[in-house]
């Protein structure tokens, strides 16, 4: 940021640290301690970019994480115009491999990066389950490279208690959005709906 973004006031948003995301495995140990699991799946969001030039990067990623068996890799467009990258890899246990998904999530993150599109990148989510069975996540921000919990219920309403249950455990773990203007519903992600 030069002088000038400074005389007028501008700012510089904080830049996404795609590593942050190498933490999420810590965090999901501590959320098993509260009796919120992972479920072994997640999903990077992006705004589709007219052409083909991110379709190819988009089936590179799938394909590298396509080599190993016990992945899954769906594409899935929303009702909002978003696409979802979504990416499962459970484990006999029933939980999921955290370390193994949060390294697909950066590699598909690190490649639209890459090939220049970082701007389309909105999010990615780490799925959870509550201890009441209910759908939950944790969601990286990328233009502010924070997380924060998001946990739908029923009505599309959201569980504010869990939610910061969820955040008070994380914090010592992930870095956690501290503006709560920005703890977005993401309603329509994968692995998240519940009933009406």
């Known amino acids: 940021m030069g002088l000038l ?3 007028l006031g501008r700012t510089k948003p904080p830049q996404a ?3 942050d995301l190498f933490a999420v495995p810590q965090a999901v140990l501590s959320l098993a301690t509260a009796g919120i699991t992972a479920t072994g799946s997640g999903a990077v969001c992006f705004r589709d970019v007219d052409g083909t030039s991110d379709d190819a990067v988009i089936k590179e990623a799938e394909l590298v994480i396509g080599t190993d068996t016990t992945a899954t890799v769906d594409l899935v467009d929303d009702a909002h115009g978003f ?8 484990t006999s246990a ?4 955290a370390t193994a998904l949060v390294a697909d999530l950066h590699a598909v993150n690190s490649s639209l990066m890459d090939a220049g ?9 780490i799925n959870l389950t509550t201890g009441d069975g209910g759908p939950a996540a944790l969601v990286y921000l990328f233009k502010q490279g924070t997380f924060y919990p998001f946990v739908p219920v029923a009505g599309r309403r959201r569980d504010n208690a869990v939610e910061l249950q969820v955040k008070t455990v994380v914090e010592g773990d992930l870095p956690v959005e501290k503006a709560l203007e920005r703890w977005l519903a993401v309603w329509d992600a994968p ?6």
């Open 191 to 196: 692995g998240l709906s519940v009933g009406s």
């Open 94 to 97: 029933g939980g999921g491999d």
């Open 5 to 7: 973004d400074s005389l």
């Open 83 to 90: 696409r979802w990258l979504t990416v499962s890899r459970p």
């Open 117 to 125: 599109f970082g701007a389309s990148l909105l999010c990615s989510t």
């Open 17 to 19: 640290n795609l590593d």
